[in-house]
């Protein structure tokens, strides 16, 4: 071999042995959904979407049947206790009054008749013209007749009565909220035909699915908010919840008594009962995605910031609602965790964030 090959052979070899070596394999970064961890002072925070109505309601009807011929009030009208609000035609019972007037003429005619004819037999008598006999028919015909002009008194006075059933007054101060029978129409005694909403306190109706019951019952304190005044917040309490579910939609009808209600709470407005508080103690929303189990206990993948590598963490769970669930316990706020991807990964694992946000808040 030649000096010149020889040379060439040895550069070669030193070239290779000072190349640097060969990169280790490459790390294999998994891109994951993640979210920011953010406390919220109350387990589940629901809401709840409802109507304002009056703690009291009266279903008013006319207490005779007949035919109405004038309606005095429109729906919104602030009627006063005793107001009349309808009038039904009263003629049948100025008639009905008539005949009872006159069934009492004839009845104190009657008793008046009987005292005479007692007083004449009670002569004959002492004349011995009369038996014993009929002097006690003549009492007993005295008493019947008596009995029957009290009892004509009655039915005078109840048709007195009946006559001013004629007119549909006010129970109380308060608000027509609504009218079921126009002039014209025939009613029969007890129909409703006007619901009056009574002033003062003021409630909330809204529906609550089964699921939420015992933590509405377990709230410490409810929010009510108005739909037409958001920068207005009530304090509520919850005053009565339906024993049994609707047919139709399956929840439960729960009233919410407004505290400190003023004018702004207006009858048929939209307002929304917050629960921020059940179990009385801050707790951390996440997705369901967030969990997995690892030998039958609840585990979040946590990522830590510096080193962008997951964490098995062991977590308390809570409440559940809809797509999220409580963390009661294992995580402190401002940590970020995996929500999606989480049963592609394991321990020490480097991750990239494909989307970060901060924690759901009530």
């Not at 010149?4 to 070239?15: D, E, K, Q, R, S």
């Not at 005044?229 to 407004?258: K, M, N, W």
């Not at 951390?284 to 510096?306: E, N, T, Y």
Request: with cysteine.
């Amino acid at each position: 071999m030649n000096p010149p090959t020889v040379l060439a052979l040895l550069g070669a070899a030193l070239l290779a042995g000072c190349a640097p070596k060969e990169e280790a394999a490459h790390e294999e970064i998994r891109p994951v959904r993640s979210v920011v961890a953010g406390e919220s002072s109350g387990s589940v925070g629901a809401t709840y979407s409802g109507q304002v109505q009056s703690r009291y309601e009266s279903k008013l009807g006319f207490q005779a049947s007949g035919r109405i011929v004038a309606r005095l009030v429109e729906i919104g009208t602030h009627v006063r206790r005793g107001q009349p609000l309808m009038r039904l035609d009263p003629a049948q019972e100025a008639l009905q009054v008539v005949a009872a007037a006159a069934s009492v003429d004839a009845a104190r005619s009657r008793v008046a008749q009987n005292r005479v004819d007692l007083q004449r037999t009670e002569q004959l008598l002492a004349r011995q013209f009369a038996s014993q006999a009929e002097v006690d028919q003549q009492r007993l015909a005295l008493a019947e007749s008596e009995s029957q002009l009290r009892s004509s008194l009655a039915q005078q006075q109840l048709r007195v009565n009946q006559r001013g059933y004629t007119e549909l007054v006010a129970d109380r101060d308060g608000v027509v909220a609504s009218i079921s029978a126009e002039s014209g129409q025939v009613v029969s005694a007890g129909q409703q035909v006007i619901t009056l909403a009574a002033d003062g306190e003021r409630e909330v109706l809204v529906s609550v699915p089964e699921s939420r019951i015992d933590e509405l019952r377990r709230a410490k304190r409810l929010e009510v908010t108005l739909w037409a005044r958001p920068g207005q917040r009530y304090e509520g309490s919850l005053r009565e919840l339906a024993p049994d579910a609707d047919s139709v939609t399956r929840t439960y009808a729960a009233r919410i008594a407004v505290k400190r209600a003023d004018a702004a709470l207006v009858l048929g407005m939209t307002a929304s009962v917050f629960v921020p508080d059940v179990e009385g103690r801050s707790a951390i929303r996440l997705p369901l995605s967030a969990i997995h189990h690892q030998d039958g206990k609840p585990m979040v993948w946590v990522v830590d910031a510096a080193s962008a590598r997951v964490a098995a963490r062991p977590v308390e769970l809570g409440s559940a609602q809809n797509d999220s669930v409580l963390i009661a316990g294992g995580l402190e706020g401002g940590e970020t965790v995996v929500t999606a991807g989480v049963h592609m990964l394991h321990a020490g694992q480097k991750v990239k964030a494909a989307a970060s946000a901060p924690g759901a808040q009530p």
